[in-house]
């Protein structure tokens, strides 16, 4: 059984918002409930870093959810100056290659080293969306095999990187957590309470079933934002998590 500390820390709340705005309206709603707070391409690309300050400032635990995906040299620096930023975990895409996972790990130690004051970032790796079908993933990626396949494949490779963890749909967790050992975390798209929609995700599961799996992080968007009381849906996936 988890406390309600614990169950809240598991919840990563999507900021899938247009600017800051919108962004802070909803962290606001929330404010309180020390979950962690999800920024992605869309808003980081609006606010810039400086949002994230803000919500480190208020003492928001945060996933910056850039999927960096580029040459060795060009993460490097990202992860560079993202660490610089004090995220508590971000990523990058392990299509990218063992190099590049690696650099950006280098780039997080420089990071480091240059100001030691602070937070070490769990550095994580996106394996295969959790809007990949089999069909996109064999005929459109053109990669053979079953995505569970291709996800544990990915999420080795990350390890071997000395990456902490991996973006996976919760029907991977066991697979992963078997090929990789326990303390390798796994972080989930995909999930949406029973009944809510599905939107444009292909493998999901609720939360209580993803926590079944193991998984130590769960990404839940729209079924809180969009929700008439946000901060009530996020009190309700809580305690099914409790």
């Known amino acids: 059984m988890l406390s309600r500390e614990e169950a809240a820390g598991r919840v990563m709340v999507a900021l ?3 600017g800051a705005a919108s962004a802070e309206a909803l962290v606001r709603s929330l404010e309180g409930i020390p979950c962690y707070m999800k920024v992605g391409m869309q808003l980081f690309y609006a606010a810039g870093p ?4 803000e919500l480190k400032a208020r003492g928001y635990k945060v996933f910056l959810d850039l999927k960096m995906h580029d040459i060795p040299n060009t993460v490097k620096g990202g992860a560079n100056s993202i660490a610089k930023l004090g995220v508590d975990m971000f990523n990058v895409h392990a299509a990218g290659g063992t190099a590049m996972m690696k650099a950006a790990m280098e780039g997080v130690e420089a990071a480091l080293a240059a100001e030691p004051g602070l937070r070490r970032p769990l550095v994580i790796a996106v394996t295969q969306l959790t809007s990949t079908s089999q069909a996109v993933l064999n005929d459109e990626i053109g990669i053979d095999g079953s995505v569970a396949d291709a996800v544990v494949r990915y999420a080795r490779l990350a390890r071997e990187a000395g990456l902490g963890g991996v973006v996976a749909s919760p029907q991977e967790v066991r697979l992963i957590k078997e090929a990789c050992g326990p303390s390798f975390r796994t972080i989930t798209p995909g999930i949406r309470p029973a009944g809510a929609d599905i939107g444009d995700q292909s493998r999901i599961m609720t939360p209580r079933e993803a926590l079944a799996q193991g998984t130590d992080y ?6 809180i934002t969009a929700a008439p009381s946000p901060r009530e849906a996020l009190e309700t996936i809580i305690e099914e998590l409790m």
């Not at 400086?50 to 300050?53: A, P, R």
């Not at 769960?218 to 079924?223: K, L, N, Q, S």
């Open 218 to 223: 769960m990404v839940i968007g729209r079924p």
């Open 50 to 53: 400086g949002f994230v300050t």
């Open 16 to 18: 899938d918002y247009p």
